[in-house]
Structures are given as structure tokens and as C-alpha cells.
């Protein structure tokens, strides 16, 4: 990447920059290869935040059947953490994991689990998991909440073998009109559910996918405690990342864990041939990219600040303006062997392509994902009928009781004075994107336009062809679209 005039003295965040166009060869979108650069080979260069609020199984599941990984938090006690690896490990592959109903669910509590996907629709199916029927949430228009599906599902469906191709999928609902097809394996038991749009995905998206061909999860262990422990009984759980994650990454409480951490992934690499990577963070300097790496870390989260619940930078000063952030760690990364994940600050697709441009391996995202179906809180509506879930950074007070529970009470109170997040946040759901896959795809078409007008067919090329000039911030909301007149 180089500036189109000389680089400013100051730093820069994303909203600061613009990139130019360059001559360019690459005839289509498609053309454009975006696997990761962070040495995990993602055919998505996105990763989920390790935030309660954003990122859980169906998350997980979610985006890595369109080629991201997601980073379940560190809060989360270690026995339900290998229940949720196995159950996205479990996951079907292509088609999508429903919410499946008995026929004795009421109409109730139906309504209730629906939003919890994003396709809007439940599978009910039989003592042998066959499928019966579909509900949706017009089919509980009208009806008393304590009957029972059965007794309004639709019954009309889409049946299709669990090897059935995308394409296939996709005319056979053409054919029928129907919204969904259903997945069934060699018995007629319940495999997933497909839609139309699901089926073009599967033709634009490869899964990110294991040595045994299941999807791929990451998991969040701090720095204090049993991280050696913790380390070990994930990886038995075939946790595909480890992310050691602080907010201060650049301090010998890091260094220490790592120094335990590392033994044990390379233990367990010369057992299973699996080599997990170790992700560390949080930095925003050469220096503490280069100590992190020197100490075992594979990849290095970049970011002090710059997400959106954050505190740190209005209480402390401490920080760094996210765009110079990346661009001099994703160097020094280089230099020592490793690579970098941008981790915060990303809220449009211009600032992820700006990112990769920069130098990042993968870019990191959180709130901007928390308002969508497949985030972990529960859809909560306000008084004017907008639909949101509530979101809070990791370090504030909420997820300090939460990741302090086993401590005494005087030592609970004494830690919740240090907060550095906000504790509860609005992230209303778009209605045109209301899922992550919805954003995924916004993202995807946005960074691969972005490599198309720098003239790149791969990530590496898009950060050394790369061109980069400084704005002013009317030159940034010049560049903002305008929903409706001026006039």
C-alpha cells in the first residue's frame, strides 16, 4: 500500500482515508480470491468477535459455513464451551441448522424461538426426526399462543437427500414456490433447511472447514487463571483457534501465558498433526506485535479503542487511531513471521477493505454484527416497534461480574469499579439486513469491488497495489449516500 501524496505526520483512522483507483485488468468480482492472509487460510477474511453479546454457536455455525470464523468468549465456563464446539462441529455443512420443533410445541413458545435464525421458520418433526411440517410466524396470526403446531403447520414441503447440490436445491424451490427446502438424510431424519438465496450463497462461499471436514470455531482463554488448563481442554475439544485475549496485550502477564499456552498447542500438534494457531491481543504498536510473536503468538490482534464499546480511550487517553494501527503492526508482523487481525473500529465495508489494504490478515467484528438474528442476545423491541439487541463491551462492569462470578464478593466489587465498556447498548436489527449472512454478503461485494478498482486478484495483491490518500471529514460525508432529498 502506499499514500497517493505524502503520508501525514499524525495518525489516521479509517474515516480519515480514501483509496484511488488504479488500471485494472480484473474483469469480475468473482475473479477475486479473498482467503485470509493470517495463515488460517480462511476463504473469508472476517473473524467474529470474542464478545457474550455477539458471538455463540449459532454465530459460529453460521459464519463458518460462509467461510469466517467466529471466537466464542473467555467468560463462558469451560464444560459449555466443549458442548457448543461439539455442536457446531456437529453442524450440517451446506444446508442450515433449523429451529426444530415437536408437534406439541405451542404456538407460544414457537413465536419465541423463530428469530433465533434467520430464515424465520421452524422444522417440526416427529419422534424419529422426520419432517412433518413448517411453521411460521404467519401461521400463529390469529391463533391462541397454547395451541399446538400440529395443528397449524404447514404441511406442504420441499423434501430433498442431504447430497443434493445447491444449484438443484435452488430450482426445485423454484418449482414448488416454496420458501424453504428440507434436508434428509438416507432414514428421512432432519438434516437442515435451504433456502433459495442459501443455495447462491453455497455457489459464492466455501465453508471454512477442519482436517475432518467440520466447520471451524475459535475459543477466547484470558490471561489469568488456568489458562494452561483451559488451553488443554479446548484444544481435546478440536478448538480450530486460540485466542489469549486481554485489553492491554503488551504486558508479562501475556508473555507468561503464552509461555504455558504454547507447550501445550505444540504438544497437541505433535499427537493429532493439527497445529492450532495462537492469536494474542489486544496491541497497536511494532513493538508490542514483535514481543507477542517472539513469546508464541502465531497472529496478533490489533486495537486499542476503537470499537464501539469501548471506553478506553475517554478514560484513559490510551489508544490509537485504528487505520496507522494496522498499518505499522501488519509490518511488523511481517518482518517476524506472523500476521495480524484488525479488531475493532470497522462499521462500514469501505473500513474492512481499508483494513486488508493496510496489512491485516483478517479483520475482527463485533457490535456491528451484534444486531443481527444470529448474535446471542434475545430480539427485544422499543416503543417505536424497531427491533434491536442489547450489546456491552468486554470490559465493562456487566462482563466483569460475569467473568468474576467465582470470586468472593468484596473482590467483586473491587473489580467492578475498573470498567472500561459500556454496559448496555442498542444495536436495533436493519430490516434490509437483518441477518449476519446478510451482512457478510455486503461486506464481500464491497471489499470485492474494492480489489477490482485497485487492479488485485488476492489479498496480497490488494495490499500492494493498494493506493491511499487523506481526507477531511467533508470529504468523508461527501462520500456518504443520501436516503432521501436535500431540497
Known amino acids: 500500500m502506499r499514500f497517493l501524496n505524502q503520508q501525514p505526520a499524525y495518525d489516521l483512522t479509517y474515516s480519515d482515508v480514501f483509496m484511488a483507483p488504479n488500471r485494472s485488468s480484473v474483469r469480475s468480482r468473482h475473479d477475486v480470491d479473498l482467503t485470509s492472509r493470517d495463515g488460517l487460510g480462511l476463504s473469508l477474511p472476517l473473524t467474529v ?32 464451551v466443549v458442548k457448543a464446539i461439539g455442536r ?49 410466524p404467519a401461521d400463529g396470526v390469529g391463533v391462541d399462543r397454547f395451541v399446538q403446531v400440529r395443528d397449524v403447520m404447514t404441511t406442504d414441503l420441499t423434501l430433498v437427500g442431504a447430497a443434493t447440490e445447491p444449484q438443484e436445491v435452488f430450482d426445485a424451490l423454484a418449482s414448488t414456490r416454496h420458501r424453504l427446502a428440507i434436508g434428509v438424510d ?30 471451524r470455531i475459535g475459543v477466547a482463554l484470558g490471561i489469568s487463571g488456568d489458562a494452561e488448563g483451559r488451553a488443554r481442554a479446548l484444544l481435546d475439544a478440536h478448538a480450530d483457534v486460540l485466542v489469549m485475549d486481554t485489553a492491554h496485550g503488551h504486558q508479562e502477564r501475556m508473555m507468561d501465558a503464552l509461555a504455558l499456552v504454547r507447550p501445550v498447542r505444540d504438544a497437541y500438534a505433535d499427537t493429532t498433526g493439527v497445529r492450532v494457531p495462537i492469536v494474542a491481543g489486544n496491541v497497536v504498536t511494532a513493538q508490542g506485535t514483535a514481543d507477542l510473536i517472539d513469546a508464541g503468538a502465531d497472529v496478533v490482534k490489533v486495537g486499542v479503542g476503537p470499537g464501539a464499546m469501548c471506553t478506553t480511550r475517554m478514560q484513559t487517553g490510551v489508544g490509537r487511531p485504528q487505520f496507522s494501527a494496522v498499518i505499522e503492526c501488519a509490518q511488523a508482523a511481517a518482518e517476524a513471521g506472523g500476521a495480524i487481525w484488525a479488531d475493532g473500529g470497522v462499521r462500514h465495508p469501505r473500513d474492512v477493505a481499508l483494513a486488508l489494504a493496510a496489512g491485516a490478515g483478517s479483520v475482527m467484528v463485533g457490535s456491528w454484527f451484534a444486531g443481527t438474528n444470529e448474535s446471542t442476545g434475545e ?62 454478503d455486503w461486506i464481500t461485494s464491497g471489499v470485492r469491488s474494492s480489489c477490482t478498482y485497485a487492479g488485485a486478484r488476492s489479498l496480497a495483491e490488494f495490499q500492494e497495489k493498494a493506493v491511499v490518500g487523506v481526507q477531511s471529514p467533508s470529504g468523508y460525508e461527501e462520500g456518504r449516500p443520501i436516503p432521501v432529498s436535500w431540497g
Do not use: W
Open 49 to 80: 468477535a470474542n464478545m457474550t453479546a455477539v458471538s455463540g454457536r449459532r454465530m459460529a455455525e453460521t459464519v463458518a459455513r460462509r467461510g469466517g470464523i467466529a471466537v466464542l468468549p473467555q467468560d463462558i465456563p469451560v464444560e459449555f
Open 88 to 136: 457446531v462441529k456437529s453442524s450440517p455443512v451446506t444446508f442450515e441448522t433449523p429451529v426444530v420443533l415437536a408437534p406439541t410445541t405451542t404456538v407460544g413458545e414457537a413465536l419465541a424461538l423463530i428469530p433465533k435464525r434467520a430464515h424465520g421458520t421452524a422444522v417440526v418433526v416427529d419422534e424419529a426426526r422426520r419432517p412433518i411440517g413448517l411453521f411460521a
Open 186 to 215: 438416507a432414514d428421512g431424519a432432519l438434516v437442515g433447511v435451504m433456502s433459495q438465496r442459501g443455495a447462491v450463497r453455497c455457489g459464492i462461499y466455501a465453508p471454512a472447514l477442519d482436517e475432518r471436514g467440520r466447520l
Open 379 to 440: 430480539v427485544l423491541t422499543d416503543a417505536d416497534g424497531r427491533q434491536y439487541k442489547e450489546s456491552f463491551g468486554m470490559a465493562s462492569a456487566r462482563a466483569v461480574r460475569s467473568r468474576t462470578r467465582a470470586r468472593s464478593a468484596y473482590e467483586r466489587a473491587r473489580a467492578s469499579l475498573f470498567e472500561e465498556g459500556i454496559s448496555s447498548s442498542r444495536m436495533y436489527l436493519d430490516p434490509a439486513r437483518p441477518g449476519v449472512e446478510d451482512l457478510l
